[in-house]
């Protein structure tokens, strides 16, 4: 189990000055840096000031923030120098979905032709299923769906 | 070359009630619905009402509206009764990072313990470059943010 507190939290460490990062954007409650381990050159993050692991735990006002930063880091990727036919962003919440560290990040990275990138996905992706059963999920979202 | 003028948009059809859709949200502004290609049972999908093809094409108010809406449905998604251990939200703009309906869409889907899914990488990804390369390509999009 990955510990989520900030004590041990590589996110939080560096964000207090313990080890370097590559900033590309700053402000008040978030920060955009470059990850260490880009899918292509380029590849930013956006992660709050604040500890908070996962997706729920940020405050809807923030999360827009996050992403209206992520868009403009994007629009930066796509005007700079840096290759860039195309813009992924992505989130993993929980482990199960990739997550490794648990402080949230906003990914926004650079897609080129033929880099090589992309999805494996198990068989039964490619099922599509039947209207009545999308039907049915909507319903049980929509039953826990907060306004 | 796909289109993207709004009379040949899928998605603008399915907004005008072309389509069946199996909705989980609406607003004035924009819809949650189900995927018919989903990762897993659950995928869900915020489009915004207006014909805006790319990331770029958004009001950052929108944009972060728009991520707003997409935590509710992750929420609601893993309150419900669909299995689900983690989400992924995944963001393709432009044709080379995966687009294929060109009319914005933020994808919001549950992943499972074992679910098959995951990415594919080309060996570059494992690369990790050295802090001076992360620092000339942070100053690069730094250069490109306007604030």
Known sequence: MLNTGAKDCIFCQILQGGYPISE?????????????EPVNAGHAMVIPRKHLPYLSDLPPDLAGHLFKVAQKIAAAIKHSDIPCDGINMFVADGEAAGQEVFHFHLHIYPRIEGDGFGFKYDKRHFNKPPRKELDRLAGLIRQKLTR
């Open 24 to 36: 590309v954007y700053s402000d008040d409650v978030c920060v955009g840096l470059m990850t260490v």
